[in-house]
């Protein structure tokens, strides 16, 4: 049988007090109009009876729900737990409890349909507002435009977005960075593992990154796929590619730790024959041997920045502001290499 969820007349019944007076006592912004006495009380009574606020009810009567919404399309990768766990607690820090949607994938129509009708969802929850983990395909701006049609405040991270306000992770001039350190080492022969290159599409910009610094130095980049998921597909890449390059640059930290396991079995050195670069500063990078060198990304300064533009927007302000961050590139032991 479901129980009867306890109100805020049921805590004031029990302690003979009146239920304006539990109401500032259990309020962040009205508490202090009670004695600390009281405070202390109702919130020990509150525990007691296993009182939940009722956000809908409270959001009817103050216009605020005291939640967000968080809309991202993978949690299951250490890179995007982490940035979730950093949303999750910057939330926490300004008292905002977190609903979460989740698109079940990043690049099929039906899921650029299921990001739509997320949205729409968290919206009907009542959320305050609305962080979106973008996911760099064509018309994302537009469509979350559309769905939002400025019912809530939006902010958005990772890829960038037009008249919407978001963190923007620089990708581009990351991987121009980590091209130039290895160019800075004496390679010449360097390859990139990761998507083929669109001059148009955001989630191409770790590739641009590379083409670019390579051109720069009057060097020929070549982009190759990777054959399978992240660490199988760096891993039979590294089978292939044996010592072709004297340096690879991954998309990430999955295909760089899959690329030096083919490359040992193909019985090539790290970095000795080939150096390997890769992406996220995963927990395990530092401990591989060799350790990898990466690019760590700064999940606390984009959850934070997001917040930050988040709880500005909720509080009345218009303008549209994009904020732009850097990865920082992390040299370990796998970097060095042949250069000839």
């Known amino acids: 049988m479901r129980v009867k969820q306890v109100t805020i007349k049921d805590i004031a019944q029990r302690l003979g007090i009146s239920h304006s007076t539990v109401s500032r006592a259990l309020s962040r912004s009205a508490a202090y109009l009670v004695s600390e006495k009281t405070r202390m009380l109702v919130k020990q009574t509150a525990d007691e009876m296993q009182y939940t606020p009722n956000l809908m009810a409270q959001g009817f009567v103050t216009g605020k729900t005291g939640t967000l919404g968080l809309l991202t399309y993978q949690i299951s990768l250490e890179t995007y737990g982490n940035q979730t766990e950093q949303i999750l607690r910057a939330a926490e820090r300004e008292h905002y409890q977190l609903l979460m949607g989740m ?12 990001q739509g009708m997320q949205i729409r969802q968290l919206i009907s929850r009542g959320v305050d507002g609305l962080l979106i983990n973008t996911r760099g395909d064509r018309g994302e701006s537009d469509r979350i435009r559309d769905m939002v049609r400025n019912h809530i405040p939006v902010v958005t991270y990772h890829y960038p977005t037009e008249h919407i306000s978001g963190v923007v992770l620089d ?4 991987f121009y960075h980590a091209t130039n350190h290895l160019i800075e080492l004496g390679h010449r022969r360097i390859g990139y593992i990761g998507r083929n290159l669109d001059l148009e599409s955001p989630v191409s910009s770790k590739g641009r990154g590379y083409c670019r610094a390579m051109g720069d130095n009057d060097l020929a980049h070549e982009i190759i796929p990777p054959l399978g998921s992240r660490g199988e597909g760096g891993y039979i890449q590294g089978l292939n590619l044996r010592d072709r390059f004297t340096a690879l640059l991954c998309r990430d930290d999955y295909t760089a730790i899959g690329v030096c396991r083919g490359l040992r079995d193909g019985g090539f050195r790290i970095p000795e024959d080939v150096a390997v670069v890769g992406f996220g500063d995963i927990d395990v990078s530092a401990y591989l041997s060799p350790a990898l060198t990466t690019m760590a990304v700064p999940y606390q300064e984009i959850a934070g920045t997001a917040m930050d533009l988040l709880l500005r927007k909720i509080g009345g302000e218009d303008t ?6 850097r990865s920082r590139l992390i040299v370990r032991e796998s970097c060095g290499g042949n250069k000839d």
């Open 171 to 174: 990708l581009e001039a990351d």
């Open 103 to 114: 698109a079940v994938n990043r690049t099929s129509r039906s899921s650029q349909d299921d």
């Open 320 to 325: 549209v502001e994009q904020v732009t961050l």
